[in-house]
C-alpha cells in the first residue's frame, strides 16, 4: 500500500505538545492529450477503404494523423497519396467451366511436325548440342502455340532426341488429369539417318 505524502504545518505547536502534521492531497499526473485519430495509418486507411471507395477521406485521414502525432508515413501509403491511384479491383470468379476457345489437337500436331522438321533437317546427333537444341525446339513450339490464343489452358511443351544407332527406342506419359477438358498432342520425327526425336504438347485447362 503507497503512503500518503505529508508536510509539516507551519503554525507554532501548541505548547506542550507534538508538532501537527497533516495529510496533503495527492497530486495528479498530467494527463497527455490524446489526438482525434488513434491507431496507425495503415488501419485508418484500411478502415475507410471498407466505407468508402474514394481516396480524399483517407487523404483527410492521413494528413490528420501526420498533424497530430508527427508521425511518418508508410511508404505504400505516402505513394498511394502522392500519386493518387485508386486501389486495384479484384473480380470474383466467373465459375466458367468452359473454355472459349477450346485446344486444337490437330493445329498443334501440324505445328509441331513443322517446328522439328525445320530444325531438325540435316541435323547430326550430338549428345552435347541435343540439350540446347530440345530446349530451342520447345520454346519455338511454345511461342507459336501460344499465338493461337487457347482461353484457359496452361502449355507444357517436351522434345526428347536419342541417337539412331541400332537400337529401339520407347517413349512412355503417364499423367493424372481431366480427359475432358486436358489434352495432348504428339509427333515423332525418324527422318534423320542419325537421331529420333519425340515433341509433345500438353494443354492443361485450368478454372
Do not use: H
Not at 97 to 112: D, T, V
Not at 140 to 146: E, F, P, T, W, Y
Amino acid at each position: 500500500m503507497e503512503q500518503q505524502p505529508t508536510q509539516v504545518s507551519p503554525a507554532s505547536p501548541p505548547s506542550g505538545g507534538a508538532p501537527v502534521v497533516t495529510s496533503a492531497p495527492p497530486v495528479a499526473a498530467p494527463r497527455k492529450k490524446t489526438g482525434k485519430f488513434l491507431g496507425s495509418a495503415l488501419n485508418i486507411t484500411n478502415r475507410y477503404r471498407a466505407n468508402s471507395s474514394s481516396l480524399s477521406k483517407v487523404s483527410l485521414a492521413i494528413t490528420n494523423l501526420k498533424v497530430i502525432q508527427n508521425a511518418p508515413l508508410p511508404p505504400p501509403i505516402s505513394a498511394m497519396i502522392a500519386s493518387d491511384i485508386p486501389p486495384v479491383c479484384k473480380y470474383l470468379p466467373s465459375y466458367r467451366l468452359c473454355s472459349r476457345n477450346p485446344f486444337n489437337r490437330e493445329a498443334c500436331e501440324a505445328i509441331l511436325r513443322e517446328a522439328m522438321d525445320k530444325s531438325l533437317q540435316g541435323v547430326e546427333y550430338s549428345s552435347y548440342f541435343a540439350p540446347s537444341l530440345c530446349q530451342q525446339i520447345c520454346e519455338d513450339i511454345k511461342a507459336r502455340v501460344k499465338e493461337l490464343k487457347f482461353d484457359r489452358y496452361k502449355i507444357v511443351v517436351t522434345v526428347t532426341i536419342g541417337e539412331r544407332y541400332m537400337q529401339g527406342l520407347k517413349a512412355i506419359t503417364q499423367f493424372l488429369w481431366d480427359p475432358d477438358k486436358d489434352s495432348y498432342a504428339t509427333c515423332i520425327y525418324d527422318a534423320s539417318p542419325s537421331l529420333v526425336a519425340v515433341g509433345t504438347i500438353y494443354a492443361i485447362y485450368f478454372d
